[in-house]
Nanobody
């Protein structure tokens, strides 16, 4: 099993920036894909960005050019740098890690963007 702990959420004005972090309890080298998903009230959980162990990335169209995912396998950590935040980015952001054909989730961190 993998435990994931997110941090870095908060309240920010539109146009502002935040950086989310997620630390895994297992070595980053043993995790195939790490990423971020988000869920707004009353909506489904959607992909935000993912990064493979080799560094390949995938972004939702709505965040391309504004969000950047990075990963430090030595620190077992994945980051999400968010700039030019919009009110529609408001959601609970969840870290995810894929390992041994299973997906693990963090507890989520709230991001609120005020207009």
């Amino acid at each position: 099993q993998v435990q994931l702990v997110e941090s870095g959420g908060g309240l920010v004005q539109a146009g502002g920036s935040l950086r989310l972090s997620c630390v895994a309890s297992k070595s980053g080298f043993s995790i195939s894909t790490m990423g971020w998903y988000r869920q707004a009230p009353g909506k489904q959980r959607d992909l935000v960005a993912t990064m493979s162990r080799g560094g390949s990335t995938n972004y939702a169209d709505s965040v391309k050019g504004r969000f950047s995912i990075s990963r430090d396998n030595v620190k077992n950590t994945v980051y999400l740098q968010m700039i030019n935040l919009k009110p529609e980015d408001t959601a609970v952001y969840y870290c995810a890690a894929d390992m041994a054909y299973a997906r693990y989730w963090g507890q989520g961190t709230q991001v609120t963007v005020s207009s």
